[in-house]
């Protein structure tokens, strides 16, 4: 991408989204189709954009295509091992553990759905509801249901021991074969 032609276009939507001829450096009479309200709020909107992307050096970090999830045996390493969490904690702390910021995050229901797939969670229907439960192996594991009520609501969550969470990072492997494939 030509940084210079960037910059140089940039400049003439500066201009024009304030209402000034490129070309002349003249202002534009009130009534010209540049002074429009909506062209106006776009050529902004485009110059904001144009702008990103020559601070990137040419690249817009909105579209550059993150690399799939993965962790190195270093990194994996470095996961500490902490009581009974939720889901959303262990994930958490997954993704804390990247190095890469290009990298995609490890979701919350990749790794239910994988946990599931291997028999330590089961999909169960309760009161019209479709909710996650762990198996006689998932609980023979050390995932437990804990009752949670706070300010906003009441509900049953599935807790992972550190047992569990070792078997994951144990296993990271096969998590990664599953969301790969």
Not at 33 to 57: H, P
Not at 91 to 116: F, G, H, S
Request: hydrophobic content about 35%; some cysteine.
């Amino acid at each position: 991408m030509n940084l210079e032609l960037l910059k140089h276009a940039q400049g003439y939507i500066e201009k024009m989204a304030n209402g000034i001829n490129p070309l002349t450096g003249e202002i534009t009479p009130s009534n010209d189709m540049i002074n429009n309200v909506k062209i106006s709020r776009c050529l902004f909107y485009v110059n904001d954009i144009l702008k990103e992307v020559i601070a990137n050096g040419g690249v817009n970090k909105n579209k550059v295509k993150k690399i799939p999830f993965s962790l190195t045996l270093e990194e994996l390493n470095k996961y500490e091992y902490t009581g009974n969490l939720a889901i959303t904690k262990v994930v958490q702390k997954i993704n804390a553990l990247r190095t890469n910021e290009n990298m995609e995050k490890l979701k919350v229901t990749e790794m239910c759905n994988w946990l599931i797939e291997i028999g330590l969670l089961q999909v169960i229907e309760e009161n019209g509801h479709k909710l996650k439960r762990p198996t006689e192996k998932g609980q023979n594991m050390g995932m437990t249901i804990e009752h949670v009520v706070n300010e906003f609501r009441e509900y049953d969550l599935v807790s992972y021991s550190e047992d569990v969470q070792k078997y994951i990072i144990s296993n990271f492997k096969s998590l990664l074969k599953f969301i790969n494939k």
